[in-house]
Antibody
Framework: QLQLQESGPGLVKPSETLSLTCTVS??????????WGWIRQPPGKGLEWIGN???????YINPSLRSRVTISVDTSKNQFSLKLSSATAADTAVYYC?????????WGQGTLVTVSS | EKVMTQSPATLSVSPGERATLSCRAS??????LAWYQQKPGQAPRLLIY???TRATGIPARFSGSGSGTEFTLTISSLQSEDFAVYYC?????????FGQGTKVEVK
């Protein structure tokens, strides 16, 4: 059974970089034909797609966040990561990682990241 | 970017009744549309993809229809576990975009 688990700091100071990692178990990132994505959800609000990465390291990033987002993959650890620079309070959200085959069929449980001093 | 608009924002339905949720795309997405269910404190769960194909393990009371710009999710007979927020998402192109959600609540 495929499982995804987000990890990283739950509190980030304004202007700093938000960094999260998603660990995948039950499938190999490098052997599958899927993209691996990040989605976020501000408290009480809807879902926003951040971007994704393929094991070959090709990425697609939401244009609204492109200048601040980096997504990378570590196939040796079966992990992929998100970095969001210059964080502000507007980046406070639950961050989900998910397997993406056009739609999102497996999700992590999500991790709340609060941007506050 | 394709904008997805869901209606209504809130739907009040009695258990056992039928619920009909709508999703409209700003431009055609063909049948490249998915529906998700989200309960409080949980990640979204995939219900429907390709507008009308149920995901693995999804009960038959959930059905999807539509193509182009107009889509519908129907829950034929609401069970207690179906009260949740539902999102549509287009995967016709990038960036993937979601609707703002429809909350299905107990009437």
């Amino acid at each position: 059974q495929l499982q995804l688990q987000e990890s990283g700091p739950g509190l980030v100071k304004p202007s700093e970089t938000l960094s999260l990692t998603c660990t995948v178990s039950g499938d190999s990132i490098s052997s599958s034909s899927y993209y691996w994505g990040w989605i976020r959800q501000p408290p009480g609000k809807g879902l926003e797609w951040i971007g994704n990465i393929y094991y070959s390291e090709s990425t697609y990033i939401n244009p609204s966040l492109r200048s601040r987002v980096t997504i990378s993959v570590d196939t040796s650890k079966n992990q992929f990561s998100l970095k969001l620079s210059s964080a502000t309070a507007a980046d406070t959200a639950v961050y989900y990682c998910a397997r993406e085959w056009e739609f999102f069929d497996y999700w992590g449980q999500g991790t709340l990241v609060t941007v506050s001093s | 970017e394709k904008v997805m608009t869901q209606s209504p924002a809130t739907l009040s339905v009695s258990p056992g009744e039928r619920a009909t949720l709508s999703c409209r795309a700003s431009e055609s997405v063909s049948i490249k549309l998915a529906w998700y269910q989200q309960k409080p404190g949980q990640a979204p769960r995939l219900l429907i993809y390709d507008a009308s194909t149920r995901a693995t393990g999804i009960p038959a009371r959930f059905s999807g229809s539509g193509s182009g710009t107009e889509f519908t999710l129907t829950i034929s007979s609401l069970q207690s576990e179906d009260f949740a927020v539902y999102y549509c998402q287009q995967f016709y192109n990038w960036p993937r975009t979601f609707g703002q959600g429809t909350k299905v609540e107990v009437k």
